[in-house]
């Protein structure tokens, strides 16, 4: 594996009357013959005064016989420290993927290959607001409180390292290379730099391939360095770009479209020839946000819906109460309620449909229609609105490259939908409602978390990071907000499953089931 990082074993010379050369020479020597380096003659190898100070105290105690830990900058080698003894068995490294809602890391053993332990934390970022917008903003101008964004970021990956460390017993803090997967905005707050670039026209943004990066320039309680997957776009970031490593795309001989749906929609449709990218606005309804009783899929949540007995039924995680709902089982919410006949394909809850009642509304003395999904929870017709917007956002993004480059669904080998939302996701309900096109089940993948499964593999081989930019350079960029009828198309997407229902067979069969049944 051609890592980022490297230990390297050496049996130094004792320095004698015969041999007092300076002890960064002595080391340098012993490296430029050591295996790893021998064939990088032109490789640099350098040593800050810092580790300098530490070494000769390490090399005495370990009789001369100690372990290099060295890094990668960019250009050359950096010998970060000495460990007395042989160490290179126990060498280890740090990814993550720093999402706008969660941060996720894990902890590799870089001789093996394996994962050893995962860790996952809310972004403490959202303290300053839940969505990325609200951020920007927030930090617009203010140096000050783009500080107090970096160092609540790098808390919390302190936090995931501390919770490693407890895991597997390794001191994640000595691990020399973490690679971090993330959109645009996600590095910008996390390198403390102006992401206002990312919202306003002309979009030039300060950096989309970030340079190597003492974890301590950076508040990081790492020794070693961070290393950012790098991105194309102010919407098109090193997380998308990681889904490409991930899923390899760009080396597939069949056409994928991958798809990533989150508060922003980012979508791939290409294969070793070509690669085309667009991101634009989705919305965070199909994560549980704007719902009424929206939330994120953990304890309480509900996450699947049926119908039994001509009754809608809800299981919720961990066998609880329910508190409310997420986007796995909004989804299968809104496909029991339009297989069943109680919302019409424009999402209006039917009077005479069970559950159904008027409730308070948004706005002052306004009743609004609302479904009991669960004891006491509802569903509202504003949700059901939102909703059916957000869905048609991501799936218009799909319809309008489609047409773009000429490409039918039965030329699609792959359909992947990427992310948390994407793993939980049944995908007949979600066809159901338009929100996946009605292709061969077996296309439709569900990879996981691409962002941080692509950081994964450019931890353990730093020429993924040229490939990165090969596949930059090969992308050709759409910005959906920039599309002239893109509102018009989704006016037919917004309709369940579309308004076109000859698109949808699988679904007008399923309809036609449910009637014979009633």
């Given at each position: 594996m051609e890592g980022w990082s490297r230990k390297v074993y050496l049996e130094l010379p004792v320095p004698s009357e015969e041999d007092h050369r300076p002890l960064q020479e002595r080391l340098f020597a012993a490296l430029e013959d050591s295996g790893p380096f021998r064939l990088e003659r032109a490789a640099y190898i350098r040593m800050r005064p810092k580790s300098l100070q530490e070494a000769q105290g390490i090399c005495e105690a370990g009789g001369w016989r100690v372990t290099a830990v060295l890094c990668f900058d960019g250009c050359g080698w950096e010998l970060l420290r000495l460990e007395p003894g042989d160490t290179s068995g126990a060498h280890y490294g740090l990814c993550a993927d720093l999402g706008s809602t969660t941060i996720v890391m894990e902890l590799a053993d870089l001789n093996t290959g394996e994962i050893l332990a995962s860790e996952s934390v809310f972004n403490p970022q959202i303290n300053w607001g839940e969505d990325i917008l609200s951020r920007i903003f927030y930090t617009k101008d203010r140096p000050e409180r783009r500080k107090r964004l970096q160092k609540a970021t790098a808390e919390g990956f302190r936090s995931l390292m501390e919770g490693l460390k407890e895991k597997t017993g390794i001191d994640a803090f000595s691990c020399p290379a973490l690679t971090v997967s993330g959109n645009t905005a996600m590095l910008h707050f996390l390198l403390g730099l102006d992401a206002f670039g990312v919202f306003q026209t002309p979009y030039a943004v300060q950096t989309l391939a970030p340079d190597p990066c003492r974890g301590e320039e950076l508040g990081i309680p790492l020794d070693g360095f961070v290393y950012c997957c790098p991105g194309m776009a102010n919407y098109l970031g090193g997380d998308i770009i990681s889904g490409m490593l991930a899923t390899g795309i760009p080396d597939q001989e069949e056409i994928c479209v991958f798809l990533d749906v989150g508060t922003n929609g980012e979508l791939v449709v290409g294969n070793r020839d070509f690669l085309l990218a667009g991101a634009g606005a989705a919305g965070?309804?199909?994560?549980?946000?704007?719902?009424?009783?929206?939330?994120?899929?953990?304890?309480?949540?509900?996450?699947?819906?049926?119908?039994?007995?001509?009754?809608?039924?809800?299981?919720?995680?961990?066998?609880?109460?329910?508190?409310?709902?997420?986007?796995?089982?909004?989804?299968?919410?809104?496909?029991?309620?339009?297989?069943?006949?109680?919302?019409?394909?424009?999402?209006?809850?039917?009077?005479?449909?069970?559950?159904?009642?008027?409730?308070?509304?948004?706005?002052?003395?306004?009743?609004?229609?609302?479904?009991?999904?669960?004891?006491?929870?509802?569903?509202?017709?504003?949700?059901?609105?939102?909703?059916?917007?957000?869905?048609?956002?991501?799936?218009?993004?799909?319809?309008?490259?489609?047409?773009?480059?000429?490409?039918?669904?039965?030329?699609?080998?792959?359909?992947?939908?990427?992310?948390?939302?994407?793993?939980?996701?049944?995908?007949?309900?979600?066809?159901?409602?338009?929100?996946?096109?009605?292709?061969?089940?077996?296309?439709?993948?569900?990879?996981?978390?691409?962002?941080?499964?692509?950081?994964?593999?450019?931890?353990?081989?730093?020429?993924?990071?040229?490939?990165?930019?090969?596949?930059?350079?090969?992308?050709?960029?759409?910005?959906?907000?920039?599309?002239?009828?893109?509102?018009?198309l989704m006016v037919a997407a917004t309709a369940i499953p579309h308004t076109d229902l000859n698109r949808f067979p699988s679904v007008a069969k399923r309809l036609e089931e449910r009637r014979h049944c009633k």
């Amino acid at each position: 594996m051609e890592g980022w990082s490297r230990k390297v074993y050496l049996e130094l010379p004792v320095p004698s009357e015969e041999d007092h050369r300076p002890l960064q020479e002595r080391l340098f020597a012993a490296l430029e013959d050591s295996g790893p380096f021998r064939l990088e003659r032109a490789a640099y190898i350098r040593m800050r005064p810092k580790s300098l100070q530490e070494a000769q105290g390490i090399c005495e105690a370990g009789g001369w016989r100690v372990t290099a830990v060295l890094c990668f900058d960019g250009c050359g080698w950096e010998l970060l420290r000495l460990e007395p003894g042989d160490t290179s068995g126990a060498h280890y490294g740090l990814c993550a993927d720093l999402g706008s809602t969660t941060i996720v890391m894990e902890l590799a053993d870089l001789n093996t290959g394996e994962i050893l332990a995962s860790e996952s934390v809310f972004n403490p970022q959202i303290n300053w607001g839940e969505d990325i917008l609200s951020r920007i903003f927030y930090t617009k101008d203010r140096p000050e409180r783009r500080k107090r964004l970096q160092k609540a970021t790098a808390e919390g990956f302190r936090s995931l390292m501390e919770g490693l460390k407890e895991k597997t017993g390794i001191d994640a803090f000595s691990c020399p290379a973490l690679t971090v997967s993330g959109n645009t905005a996600m590095l910008h707050f996390l390198l403390g730099l102006d992401a206002f670039g990312v919202f306003q026209t002309p979009y030039a943004v300060q950096t989309l391939a970030p340079d190597p990066c003492r974890g301590e320039e950076l508040g990081i309680p790492l020794d070693g360095f961070v290393y950012c997957c790098p991105g194309m776009a102010n919407y098109l970031g090193g997380d998308i770009i990681s889904g490409m490593l991930a899923t390899g795309i760009p080396d597939q001989e069949e056409i994928c479209v991958f798809l990533d749906v989150g508060t922003n929609g980012e979508l791939v449709v290409g294969n070793r020839d070509f690669l085309l990218a667009g991101a634009g606005a989705a919305g965070p309804a199909l994560e549980g946000g704007v719902v009424h009783t929206g939330m994120r899929a953990e304890e309480g949540a509900v996450d699947r819906v049926t119908t039994e007995n001509g009754r809608l039924k809800a299981h919720v995680i961990g066998g609880g109460a329910a508190k409310g709902i997420c986007g796995s089982g909004i989804v299968d919410l809104i496909a029991e309620l339009y297989l069943n006949g109680w919302v019409d394909l424009r999402g209006r809850f039917q009077e005479d449909a069970p559950g159904v009642v008027h409730l308070p509304g948004r706005e002052e003395d306004e009743l609004e229609a609302a479904v009991e999904y669960a004891p006491g929870l509802y569903f509202y017709q504003g949700d059901m609105d939102e909703f059916l917007k957000t869905k048609a956002a991501a799936m218009t993004m799909v319809e309008y490259m489609m047409n773009l480059i000429g490409l039918t669904l039965e030329e699609v080998g792959r359909f992947y939908v990427a992310g948390a939302f994407g793993t939980h996701i049944d995908k007949e309900a979600a066809v159901t409602i338009g929100l996946y096109p009605d292709m061969d089940r077996e296309k439709i993948i569900s990879p996981g978390n691409t962002s941080l499964k692509g950081a994964e593999r450019l931890l353990f081989d730093r020429t993924l990071m040229e490939k990165a930019r090969d596949i930059i350079s090969r992308m050709q960029y759409v910005q959906f907000g920039a599309v002239e009828d893109f509102l018009h198309l989704m006016v037919a997407a917004t309709a369940i499953p579309h308004t076109d229902l000859n698109r949808f067979p699988s679904v007008a069969k399923r309809l036609e089931e449910r009637r014979h049944c009633k």
